[in-house]
């Protein structure tokens, strides 16, 4: 038996080695995991998938935790996935996997896997899509899916999932901070973490004009939501909010949202391998090098390769055509 089959095989039968063992494939980008993903995809589409993100100390590793426990006492297993920053040193996750929340790391019911971001945008959406399909066919019925910030790396890995969490908290100005940052583009949830704290009241408010003002039209307007993670205040609440969410996707074909998001996914998976193709393994930048030394334009250079890529693209066409014929 091929090492293919034994690693999706020990997935799909629980084994945590393999799924982290996956998980790392995906991360790195080893063509091995494409053989695996193939392999365990029939089984993944039946996890929730919760995205969390939100600016830096909004609290959203304590919030995370909080949801696990939660869910755990509700008798759902639970994947969570933290995209962290990334070492200079290492290259590896900066805040690791267990740090933030020693009260899950025991729990058997409970699998805590950080990612490092490695200011990558699309490779990281990629990645991070790929690690949640593995933590699905595993067979967990929750995925947490934290993101380190709010910058467009974040907003794709978060856009992967199917309900959105963005969290604030008062005191760092946040509310403009969200209307200025699209945040409130991406959120299905706004949380206010830290709700105990001077200020709450006032985000509140905020956030509920710039909702009301952005999406009147919309099918399903964010609530807001006071939670204090620290205390455990109003993370019940949060969770059935949730609940509301995914019954809303439900009524509004769920099937087509996630079909949508797939597409998406294999758009992510393209456009980093013809990245990875055209700069490394078809010498593309020492022709862009040695035009640029002829004191061409970078648009005209630009202008040049893309008439290349293009004229080759068609070609693949033209051959795809004929073949199918």
């Given at each position: 038996?091929?090492?293919?089959?034994?690693?999706?095989?020990?997935?799909?039968?629980?084994?945590?080695?393999?799924?982290a063992?996956?998980?790392?494939?995906?991360?790195?980008?080893?063509?091995?995991?494409?053989?695996?993903?193939?392999?365990?995809?029939?089984?993944?589409?039946?996890?929730?998938?919760?995205?969390?993100?939100?600016?830096?100390?909004?609290?959203?590793?304590?919030?995370?935790?909080?949801?696990?426990?939660?869910?755990?006492?509700?008798?759902?297993t639970?994947?969570?996935?933290?995209?962290?920053?990334?070492?200079?040193?290492?290259?590896?996750?900066?805040?690791?996997?267990?740090?933030?929340?020693?009260?899950?790391?025991?729990?058997?019911?409970?699998?805590?896997?950080?990612?490092?971001?490695?200011d990558?945008?699309g490779?990281?959406?990629?990645?991070?899509?790929?690690a949640?399909?593995?933590?699905?066919?595993?067979?967990?019925?929750?995925?947490?899916?934290?993101?380190?910030?709010?910058?467009?790396?974040?907003?794709?890995?978060?856009?992967?999932?199917?309900?959105?969490?963005?969290?604030?908290?008062?005191?760092?100005?946040?509310?403009?901070?969200?209307?200025?940052?699209?945040?409130?583009?991406?959120?299905?949830?706004?949380?206010?973490?830290?709700?105990?704290?001077?200020?709450?009241?006032?985000?509140?408010?905020?956030l509920?004009?710039?909702?009301?003002?952005?999406?009147?039209?919309?099918?399903?307007?964010?609530p807001?939501?006071?939670?204090?993670?620290?205390?455990?205040?109003?993370?019940?609440?949060?969770?059935?909010?949730?609940?509301?969410?995914?019954?809303?996707?439900?009524?509004?074909?769920?099937?087509?949202?996630?079909?949508?998001?797939?597409?998406?996914?294999?758009?992510?998976?393209?456009?980093?391998?013809?990245?990875?193709?055209?700069?490394?393994?078809h010498?593309?930048?020492?022709?862009?090098?040695?035009?640029?030394?002829?004191?061409?334009?970078?648009?005209?250079?630009?202008?040049?390769?893309?008439?290349?890529?293009?004229a080759?693209?068609?070609?693949?066409?033209?051959?795809?055509?004929?073949?199918?014929?």
């Amino acid at each position: 038996m091929s090492e293919v089959a034994r690693i999706a095989d020990r997935l799909l039968a629980g084994d945590r080695t393999a799924l982290a063992r996956l998980i790392s494939w995906a991360e790195n980008g080893d063509p091995r995991f494409r053989a695996e993903h193939a392999v365990f995809y029939p089984r993944v589409g039946r996890a929730r998938r919760i995205g969390i993100t939100g600016p830096p100390g909004a609290g959203k590793s304590t919030l995370v935790n909080e949801l696990a426990r939660v869910l755990r006492e509700q008798g759902k297993t639970v994947g969570i996935l933290a995209v962290d920053p990334t070492s200079p040193i290492s290259g590896g996750a900066l805040l690791g996997d267990r740090i933030r929340m020693e009260g899950r790391t025991l729990d058997p019911g409970v699998f805590i896997r950080s990612m490092a971001s490695r200011d990558s945008h699309g490779g990281l959406a990629r990645a991070a899509v790929d690690a949640c399909d593995a933590m699905d066919a595993f067979g967990f019925d929750v995925i947490l899916l934290e993101t380190v910030g709010v910058g467009q790396a974040e907003y794709d890995v978060v856009g992967a999932a199917d309900s959105v969490l963005v969290v604030l908290c008062p005191g760092a100005g946040d509310g403009i901070q969200a209307m200025k940052a699209g945040l409130l583009e991406v959120a299905d949830f706004l949380v206010v973490n830290k709700c105990d704290l001077p200020g709450a009241d006032r985000l509140q408010n905020d956030l509920s004009e710039a909702v009301h003002v952005r999406f009147t039209k919309r099918a399903w307007t964010p609530p807001i939501v006071a939670v204090s993670a620290s205390t455990e205040f109003g993370i019940v609440e949060l969770l059935q909010e949730v609940e509301k969410h995914f019954t809303h996707l439900a009524s509004s074909n769920l099937v087509d949202a996630r079909r949508e998001k797939r597409v998406q996914h294999v758009e992510n998976v393209v456009n980093e391998r013809l990245r990875i193709a055209i700069w490394r393994d078809h010498g593309w930048r020492a022709h862009v090098e040695r035009e640029l030394a002829r004191s061409i334009s970078p648009y005209e250079v630009a202008a040049g390769v893309l008439a290349e890529l293009s004229a080759g693209l068609a070609d693949a066409r033209t051959e795809r055509g004929v073949a199918k014929s």
